[in-house]
């Protein structure tokens, strides 16, 4: 069993920035685990955000168009925790950050979060003037 655990979720306005956390624990190899963030924003679908593949994959980087260039995924393997730099924030980001892993992946399935069997349970992210 894979426990995730998000935090740093919070309100921001506009131009600010926050980063998101999210830890793996359980009794597994956590490098060979793709870890992702997913968002669902108020009232629509939950959307891919940003994965790091796993060491099969040489931990490679992916991210959502609308967030290329704001947000940063970087991973701890020594740690078994990911983080998600935001900056830039608008207020289409205002969403709830799910933090998402699985070791089953090919880099065709990474950005889909039906293929995800292991989920945090949410932080809220506001991004409001």
């Known amino acids: 069993q894979v426990q995730l655990v998000e935090s740093g979720g919070g309100s921001v306005q506009p131009g600010g920035s926050l980063e998101l956390s999210c830890a793996a624990s359980?009794?597994?190899?956590?490098?060979?685990?793709?870890m992702a963030w997913f968002r669902q924003p108020p009232g629509k679908e939950r959307e891919f955000v940003a994965v790091?593949?796993?060491?099969?994959?040489?931990?490679?980087?992916y991210y959502a168009d609308s967030i290329k260039g704001r947000f940063t995924l970087s991973r701890n393997s020594a740690k078994n925790t990911v983080f998600l730099q935001m900056n830039s924030l608008k207020p289409q980001d205002t969403a709830v950050y799910y933090c998402?892993?699985?070791?089953?992946?090919?880099?065709?399935?990474?950005?889909?979060?039906?293929?995800?069997?292991?989920w945090g349970q949410g932080t809220q992210v506001t991004v409001s003037s």
């Open positions: 359980g009794r597994t190899t956590f490098s060979s685990y793709a």
């Open positions: 790091a593949s796993n060491n099969r994959h040489g931990y490679r980087t």
């Open positions: 998402a892993a699985d070791e089953r992946l090919t880099t065709s399935t990474l950005r889909v979060s039906d293929q995800y069997d292991y």
